[in-house]
Each structure stands twice: as structure tokens, then as C-alpha cells.
């Protein structure tokens, strides 16, 4: 592992380590670039993971402060923790449950596609899936997703074969153990899936792909990378050019550090990167960096989602193996006959007991819900993960009166479902239980949306400056030495889980930082 | 061998706790002389019961130190109404009246709320909440939805009843895989009463 000193100046520092941040740390280190890792949280392994849901979300999630408003229900029943994700070397890649889909064509032009959409701030993306192909290729090789480069699904469980009855009995075609970029047979140096049950909670066998036990190693192999985990970072700082130089963050024993950089990239998910750019508001730059277009943290977007439980008269046991274990393709398509536009996902889930009585209907109580409880082992479960509208108004913003352990403002999650969010959901609500009605369900209940796994849009792609913050390769706009490289960057969420989107974006962009540093454009 | 994870009743008790390893003893009966705190809640668990076989001693107490004996069987009451299950035993209930009582030990403020929600539930079931019918209790609690009191003791259920290993036990959820190899050879796939997938929607899992 490389030592960078804090006055280098030829570095590219990225923050964050997750599917953005780690994976682009990794191409470059490949390419003989310098890079410095600056990550909030500390570093865990397989070895250090536990099948224990809270001692694992006490070890993974990040739970510094933040705050919520909007009518969302998250904001009611979780009113300080907008969103599901991790602070930890790897990020939200050792929490993440594995579903690797490519977009469709027509997601990366919606604007043109659906139309004006009241009350939705659409935009076509700046590239298209024919541009993004070549590097969806090669992540899927990377992240070793099942059903592409010649590697076997993986085998469906219990909860799969429930979903899998019910929805071959209502007539869908496309259901399948999925895309997972998890290891149905060993590959590039871990093990098969043992089912374990516990991927939310870090995958202790190491067959899931997370960047903490792949791009990450392999970047520190090349001699280039200098990894900080517990490296929290304050502020961007620029010149007077304009151009970015360096980071101001607290190390692990809470000194205040500074280290140049000659590039800077953001990958703090969806809720910190906006932060950090409104966080380091200057002079120059009175809006925060690289807003001149005042999107940076407008049109957050958290996926249309929620769950259908089921309870069967006989037992399911939906806890054993992968918690994806399967999905259903068929409403993902353009439809607008639905009457909504978009599509959504259904995909299996699963809770460990300790989760489940909160998550199933946070608040809720009495018989009735104990009933749920009593039937925990008879019970099947579906995520439902759709596209939701992008909105100005649902944004990050910095929350003065509340300051984390360093002094800074809080971000504030602001989101209210729009129109087409909710007929979505109660479209898919409705599916998911005759799904399972179908399969011979004696009880379905509608789970309301968990903390956002899925953050995204707050620095959004545009080919304009005046519609977004960053051009088609992620570069802000303002600023040429300032990158954005995680989900922030989705001009619109599509029906997809995101994950394999931000590693595709994150090889290419990192031949775009490499190309441009050998011409000296940056 | 999974253990109750109640604190220890007697002292010689707390390094079995530690190491995840509780040997079955024989106790006549609970040794009150270590038992010191404000209230004691105790109670036996069936025998025969999937928990006796699980627990080091069919007798269970715990000791609280802030409230009072029937202060906390008010909690394990409401916590019935709450959260009614016949499966779980009195045992689980007295991990929330444990719990609470814990979070109101140097907490003024907590101890006095708890209190005072305690004792307006008695007030409300004219004298005694626990003794109170099943009717009474859920139209007392439900009354009390929304208030600081309510919001505490049901928030405080979610781990009480349900992170422990007699609750894992008693609905039926292993807890960690890890240790057993997963699920790959242990019935991820044994579900029998609906058709089988096709190879292609689920291929067979590779066993080396």
C-alpha cells in the first residue's frame, strides 16, 4: 500500500469506498495513477461480520445524525434515519443485496419517452446504453454477476420457489434466480454462496462482490493506493481559479487533517456528496461547489419501493439462503396502460426475526400484528423496486440546527412521493399479493418502504450545465478537477437496483480521469 | 447450546454467560441473598417446553433496580397487550421490564415517566392493570397511544421480545448460520407443497 504525504499534489483523491469510490480507486490504481482513499468508516472484514442483525447494523450502517421532512412515510417512522446505508471500507457494497440488472434503453431518456410529467423534473441522461454496454460488460465480469460470461444462476430457495408459484399461476414469463453478483460456482479467488441468509449484513463467506474484498485488495496490490479508513472528510477546498486542491478531513484519533489532490472525486452516496459540496460553500463558490446550476442535492430520488409479506399454511423458512433470491421482470417495461409511466422490479426478501417486527409495519402493534410474528417460519417475502419521479423539492439540504460530532450542518432528507410514485406502488402491491394469493397465501400485508437503500440524483448528469451538475462522464460542470462518482450522478433512477449502473459508470469514468491526466486537461 | 440470555441469577452463573456455554444445573431454588435490587421479577418456564430445554434452569428472575416488583409486572402486562404472544413465556416479557428498567437507572427524567405511565395505567384499570381483563388492558393502551410512555415501552418491545434467543427459539429463527455452513445442505430448497422451479428459472447448486 502506497503512503501519499498530505502536500502531494499528484494524487487523485476519491471519498468514499463503496460501488463508486472503490471501484474507481481500483481502475485507476490498475492505470499507475496515485490514489488516496479517504473513508468515514472503519474497515471490517468476513471475518469480523456477525449473522446478528442490529450488532451488524451497529457495525455497518452509518448513523451519524441526519434528519427528514416531507410526506414520505420513511420521515414518520424513521425520522432520523432516512436511509439504510453503510459507513464502512467497501460502503453500502457490504450491505447491498446483490442484484446486478443493466437499464433499458428507453430509462436513459425518459424526458423523451413519457413525456412532461407535472410535478417531475425529467431529463434525459447525457449518454445512452448503447455508450454504457462496453462497460456494463465489463462489470459484470468484474462483480462476477450470475447469467452473464458464461457463469450459472444461482439455485432458488424456499421464499424463491413461493414468488416463483405465484407468479408462473398469474402468467409473468420472466422469473428467475436473477443477476446477483454473488458466486453461484468460485470465482476470481472466494467461494460459492453457502445460503447463509445474512447478505444485509455483510457476506461472511465472501461470495457476494463487495469492493472491501475485491477492488479495494486489488488496488492496494498495485503499490498505488493509500487507504484511510475513519477519514472523515469536512470539506473540498479550491483555488483561485476555481479549481479544486485538496481536502480538509478528521483522522481517526479526530485531527484535523489536509491533503492536496491534484483530482477529487466524490463518492459519499447519494446524501453525503451533496452535503460535502454544499459543506464547502467559499467565497467563489457561495452556493457550494459546482451548483451554479442550483441542482446539487435537488431531484433525490429513493426508488418507488415496498414489500408484500405472505403467511402460508405450511412453513417457508424464507430466512434460509439468499435474501435475493429472485425476481420477476415482467413489470420493469414501459407501460404506461398501467397508468404510470416507469416500471418496477419484484424481488425476494427476507428478514431475520430481530428485524422483522420492525420493519413489517413500523408502529404498528396488538394481536393482529403479533399474529405476523406467530407465523414467522410460514412466511414469504417481495421487495418491490420501481422508478420514481426526480423532483426538485425532494432534496438534500444542510440542516443548521443540527450538527454532527465535527461542527458540521446535518443533511436533510426532504422527499414527498409523487402521484406517479404512489399509483406505482399500488400497482405493485396489488401484483405482489396476487402473487402470492396465487401461490395459496392465507394472509397478505403491505410493508411500507424501508430507510432508502437506493439514494441517487443529487448531482445529476447533464448535457447542459444549466439542467445538472455533471457532464456525461461525471465531471462537474464548474469545476474540471472535481468529479462525481457515485449514484449521485443518475439523471433518472430507473426500475433497476443501481448498483451495477454506478460500477459500469465508475470504469468509464475512470478511463476519462486517466485520459485526461495524460493530456494534462486535468 | 444456546443459552437464556437473562442476566445471571447467582454470581458463579456470570462466566458461563460470557463464554455462550451454559451448562444444565440444578438449582433448588433461586438464591434470594444475591438478589439486592429494587425488584424482583422471577417465574418458572414449562417443562417439557422447547425453553426449559434451552435454559440452564427452568426458574428464571431478574432484578431490577430502579422500579419496584410490581411496577415491572405493570410493563410485562402492557407488554402483553402490546405484543400478545402465547408462545413466548413471562421470562420474555421481564426482558422489557429489565430493559426499561435498565434505561431508567441515572435517568431521572426516564424513571419518572415510566412511572408516571405506570401509574396511570393502574389508575385507568381502577387499581391494578396486570389483574385487569383483556378487554380493559387493550382499551387502557390504546388510550395511550401516541404518548411519550406508549412511544418508549412499544419501541423498547421491538428488541426486548424479539432479539433474544428464546424468542428465536420460540418462532421458530435460528439466529447465525454461519457456524452451521449456511443453509446449502440444511433445507434452503426443501419446500415441497408447490411445483418445483425449472432448471433454467433455478439451476442446481454447485457442491464441488
Known amino acids: 500500500m502506497a503512503s501519499i504525504a498530505f502536500n502531494d499534489d499528484s494524487a487523485v483523491v476519491i471519498i468514499g469506498s463503496g460501488a463508486g469510490g472503490g471501484t474507481l480507486a481500483n481502475e485507476l490504481c490498475q492505470k499507475g495513477i496515485k490514489v488516496v482513499v479517504l473513508e468515514a468508516g472503519a474497515r471490517q472484514s468476513p471475518q469480523s461480520f456477525v449473522n446478528d442483525e442490529w450488532k451488524s447494523f451497529s457495525q455497518l450502517a452509518w448513523l451519524d445524525p441526519r434528519t427528514t421532512s416531507g410526506t414520505w412515510r420513511v420521515a414518520k417512522d424513521f425520522s432520523g434515519l432516512p436511509a439504510w446505508i453503510c459507513k464502512t471500507v467497501g460502503g453500502s457494497t457490504t450491505h447491498w443485496a446483490g442484484a446486478s440488472l443493466r437499464f433499458q434503453e428507453h430509462e436513459f431518456r425518459v424526458k423523451t419517452v413519457y413525456g412532461d410529467i407535472k410535478g417531475a423534473n425529467l431529463l434525459d441522461w447525457p449518454i445512452t446504453l448503447s455508450e454504457l454496454e462496453p462497460y456494463y460488460a465489463k462489470a459484470e465480469n468484474k462483480m462476477g454477476v450470475t447469467r452473464t460470461n458464461g457463469i450459472p444462476g444461482l439455485p432458488g430457495n424456499n421464499n424463491f420457489k413461493v414468488m416463483h408459484a405465484g407468479a408462473k399461476k398469474l402468467g409473468y414469463k420472466e422469473v428467475h434466480t436473477g443477476n446477483m453478483a454473488i458466486n453461484s460456482q468460485p470465482r476470481d479467488g472466494r467461494g460459492r454462496c453457502m445460503q447463509l441468509g445474512f447478505c444485509f449484513q455483510g457476506c461472511k463467506s465472501g461470495a457476494k462482490w463487495s469492493t472491501l ?122 407501460n404506461p396502460k398501467r397508468g404510470f409511466v416507469g416500471g418496477y422490479e419484484m424481488e425476494t426478501v427476507s428478514l431475520g426475526l430481530a428485524f422483522m417486527p420492525a420493519f413489517l409495519d413500523p408502529g404498528a402493534w396488538g394481536a393482529d400484528y403479533a399474529w405476523w410474528m406467530d407465523h414467522y ?56 399479493e396476487r402473487i402470492y394469493q396465487a401461490a395459496g397465501a392465507i394472509k397478505t400485508y403491505r410493508t411500507p418502504p424501508y430507510p432508502s437503500t437506493h439514494n441517487l440524483g443529487t448531482c445529476r448528469l447533464s448535457a447542459k450545465a444549466s439542467d445538472g451538475v455533471a457532464n456525461k462522464w461525471g465531471q462537474t460542470h464548474d469545476i474540471d478537477n472535481l468529479f462525481i462518482s457515485d449514484g449521485s450522478q443518475f439523471t433518472t433512477g430507473a426500475a433497476e437496483n443501481p448498483t451495477l449502473t454506478i460500477v459500469s459508470l465508475a470504469i468509464r469514468q475512470a478511463d476519462y480521469i486517466a485520459k485526461q491526466m495524460t493530456e494534462k486537461a486535468i | 447450546m444456546k443459552t437464556i440470555p437473562i442476566q445471571a441469577v447467582t454470581p458463579e452463573f456470570s462466566e458461563c454467560e460470557e463464554s455462550g456455554v451454559v451448562p ?96 396511570n395505567l393502574n389508575a385507568l384499570a381502577g387499581g391494578n392493570f396486570a389483574k385487569a381483563k383483556a378487554d380493559k388492558q387493550l382499551a387502557i393502551v390504546k388510550g395511550m397511544e401516541g404518548s411519550g410512555f406508549f412511544n418508549t415501552v412499544r419501541g423498547q418491545c421491538m428488541s426486548s421480545l424479539y432479539n433474544n434467543d428464546m424468542a428465536f427459539a420460540a418462532f421458530g429463527f435460528p439466529g447465525s448460520a454461519w457456524e452451521k455452513g449456511g443453509y446449502i445442505t440444511r433445507g434452503f430448497q426443501d419446500l415441497k407443497w408447490l411445483p418445483a422451479p425449472s432448471k433454467e428459472a433455478s439451476p442446481p447448486a454447485y457442491l464441488g
Not at chain 1, 467559499?282 to 408484500?308: I, P
Not at chain 2, 421470562?91 to 430493559?99: G, M, P
Open chain 1, 377 to 432: 417460519t410460514n412466511l414469504a417475502g417481495m421487495w418491490l423496486v420501481g422508478e420514481d419521479m426526480p423532483r426538485e423539492t425532494n432534496r438534500i439540504t444542510l440542516n443548521t440546527n443540527v450538527k454532527d460530532k465535527w461542527g458540521s450542518p446535518v443533511a436533510n432528507v426532504h422527499y414527498d412521493d409523487h402521484e406517479n410514485d404512489i399509483v406505482m406502488r399500488n400497482h405493485a402491491f396489488t401484483q405482489g
Open chain 2, 24 to 119: 444444565k444445573q440444578n438449582l433448588p431454588l433461586v438464591r434470594r441473598e444475591f438478589l439486592k435490587g429494587s425488584g424482583i421479577l422471577m417465574g418458572t418456564l414449562a417443562t417439557g417446553s422447547i425453553l426449559a430445554g434451552l435454559a440452564p434452569s427452568p426458574v428464571w428472575a431478574v432484578e431490577l433496580k430502579t422500579l419496584t416488583k410490581a411496577e415491572g409486572q405493570t410493563l410485562m402486562a402492557m407488554g402483553r397487550v402490546l405484543y400478545p404472544h402465547k408462545k413466548l413465556p413471562d421470562a420474555v416479557y421481564a426482558i422489557l421490564a429489565k430493559d426499561l428498567d435498565g434505561s431508567a437507572a441515572g435517568d431521572a427524567g426516564a424513571a419518572s415517566m415510566l412511572r408516571q405511565g405506570i401509574s
Open chain 1, 213 to 334: 474484498y475485491t477492488e479495494i485488495p486489488k488496488a492496494e496490490a498495485t503499490g498505488n493506493l493509500d487507504l484511510r479508513p475513519e477519514a472523515h472528510v469536512t470539506r473540498i477546498e479550491h483555488n483561485e481559479k476555481g479549481l479544486v486542491t485538496g481536502v480538509v478531513y478528521f483522522d481517526k484519533d479526530g485531527k484535523e487533517q489536509r491533503q492536496k489532490a491534484r483530482v477529487v472525486c466524490v463518492a459519499g452516496n447519494s446524501i453525503e456528496t451533496p452535503r460535502l459540496l454544499l459543506l464547502s460553500a467559499s467565497n467563489m463558490f457561495k452556493d457550494g461547489l459546482a451548483n451554479s446550476s442550483g441542482q446539487v442535492g435537488r431531484n433525490y430520488m429513493r426508488h418507488m419501493t415496498g414489500s408484500v409479506y405472505a403467511a402460508f399454511k405450511d412453513p417457508v423458512h424464507m430466512y434460509r439462503g439468499t435474501t435475493m433470491a429472485g425476481i420477476i421482470r415482467d413489470e420493469s417495461f414501459f
